[in-house]
């Protein structure tokens, strides 16, 4: 099923980078988010962020970010994770441990 909704997402690559020139479109945005999603928590990289093109602006795109990060935690090297807490400072809540 993953398998499946990761090359229909790819399919839409055209539609996407179409989708991303004009001003964004918040409904649209919310359209196509959940698709996004699946793809940054399953998905290769590149997959993921050509799907994300036009979502930059969405209040949500932080976590698409978080979700990929989250999936290759144990290969992230610390220089991806301290860039992912630079760009997204106060995004995302956080648990620190005393």
Do not use: C, N
Not at 43 to 69: I, K, M, N, T, V
């Amino acid at each position: 099923m993953l398998r499946h909704l990761l090359v229909s997402a790819l399919f839409l690559l055209p539609a996407a980078a179409a989708a991303a020139d004009p001003p964004a479109d918040p409904a649209a945005q919310r359209q196509r988010f959940p698709l996004v999603w699946e793809a940054a928590q399953h998905g290769p990289d590149a997959a993921w962020r050509a799907l994300a093109a036009g979502l930059e602006s969405y209040p949500l795109y932080p976590y698409l970010e978080f979700a990929a990060l989250k999936q290759r935690i144990g290969d992230a090297k610390r220089e991806d994770v301290d860039k992912f807490l630079a760009a997204w400072p106060g995004t995302l809540r956080t648990t620190r441990h005393a």
